[in-house]
């Protein structure tokens, strides 16, 4: 693996283990975030063929798990964030 492979993957262990440790505690607007980005992450560094499996039948299902993911968290953004203007009126 080249150094560039190596640091990416350390880069992406340390941000799922970050977002991990958020969820955990249960810090609320900061794991949503945090989430969404280590989805992304893993997104684009997939597409990149950086994080390339084993078993090449299962990239389209990790493309798709994360995305999905990514697009949760999204919705549960919307959903504070609408949640809390509605408070404020």
Same mark, same amino acid.
Request: aromatic letters at 14%.
């Given at each position: 693996?080249?150094?560039? *492979?190596?640091? &990416? ?7 799922? &283990? /970050?977002?991990? %440790? ?6 609320? #607007? *900061? @794991?949503?975030? &945090?989430?969404?980005?280590?989805? &992304?992450?893993?997104? %684009?560094?997939? @597409? ?9 039948? +299962? ?5 798709? +798990? ?7 968290? %999204?919705?549960?953004?919307? @959903?504070?964030? /609408?949640?809390?203007? #509605? @408070?404020?009126?």
């Amino acid at each position: 693996l080249s150094q560039g *492979t190596i640091f &990416l993957r350390i880069g992406f262990i340390i941000l799922s &283990l /970050t977002s991990f %440790g958020l969820l955990m505690e249960n810090r609320q #607007d *900061t @794991k949503r975030i &945090l989430e969404i980005i280590r989805c &992304l992450v893993f997104v %684009g560094v997939y @597409k990149l063929g950086y994080l390339r499996s084993q078993f090449s039948s +299962l990239g389209y299902a990790y493309e798709v +798990l994360f995305s999905l993911c990514a697009a949760f968290w %999204g919705i549960q953004i919307m @959903k504070r964030i /609408t949640s809390s203007k #509605d @408070k404020h009126h």
